[in-house]
T-cell receptor
């Protein structure tokens, strides 16, 4: 089954304690991205990756890091989380634009609370 | 930059009514268009993918049409049920991998 997986699904942590949210897709997609969703603000892109070792900032990258060492994985790293990073996070991947598999997939979401 | 508008912003109907959700987008140079639903605090579930070569796509009680030239898509939900209550998002897929989201249409179906 084609899917994007994220872990953990729920996380409560404290300010300053480094954390990583993992993301993996099984569709061999080049393109992966991270979004956060906050009430009234919709989905905002944090970082994206066009391929292995190729990453770039989205609209709200401050306080986040990513890496793309393997095609299937795209972890989101919060080196020193702060309460304003409390949010619902989604990992996403997409097939080649215009290709036969051009479809957007989202992970199930990670609910992060930073105290 | 692609801009997406969804009308109405909110819809409240009694069970059994048919629903019509409208989506317009400014850049018609898209490959496909997807409709998603999202329950409060939950993930995005893909409902329908309409490829640019198609004019409509159906799945059960759902039917979506696409008019690329006019930059419009419509999602029809027949015989609505309380379980259809959610926010619905349309997402055009073009050359720009960065997605553009509208604010969605929040549907409430009253039992």
């Amino acid at each position: 089954e084609a899917q994007v997986t994220q872990n953990p699904r729920y996380l409560i942590t404290v300010t300053g304690k480094k954390l990583t949210v993992t993301c993996s897709q099984n569709m061999n997609h080049e393109y992966m991205s991270w979004y956060r969703q906050d009430p009234g603000l919709g989905l905002r892109q944090i970082y994206y990756s066009m391929n292995v070792e190729v990453t770039d900032k989205g609209d709200v990258p401050e306080g986040y890091k990513v890496s793309r060492k393997e095609k299937r994985n795209f972890p989101l790293i919060l080196e020193s989380p702060s309460p304003n990073q409390t949010s619902l996070y989604f990992c996403a991947s997409r097939g080649l634009a215009g290709g036969s598999g051009d479809e957007q997939f989202f992970g199930p979401g990670t609910r992060l609370t930073v105290l | 930059k692609q801009e997406v508008t969804q009308i109405p912003a909110a819809l409240s109907v009694p069970e059994g009514e048919n629903l019509v959700l409208n989506c317009s987008f400014t850049d018609s140079a898209i490959y496909n268009l997807q409709w998603f639903r999202q329950d409060p605090g939950k993930g995005l579930t893909s409902l329908l993918l309409i490829q640019s070569s198609q004019r409509e796509q159906t799945s059960g009680r759902l039917n979506a049409s696409l008019d690329k030239s006019s930059g419009r898509s419509t999602l029809y939900i027949a015989a609505s049920q309380p379980g259809d209550s959610a926010t619905y998002l349309c997402v055009p897929l073009g050359n720009d991998y960065k997605l553009s989201f509208g604010a969605g249409t929040t549907v409430t179906v009253r039992a």
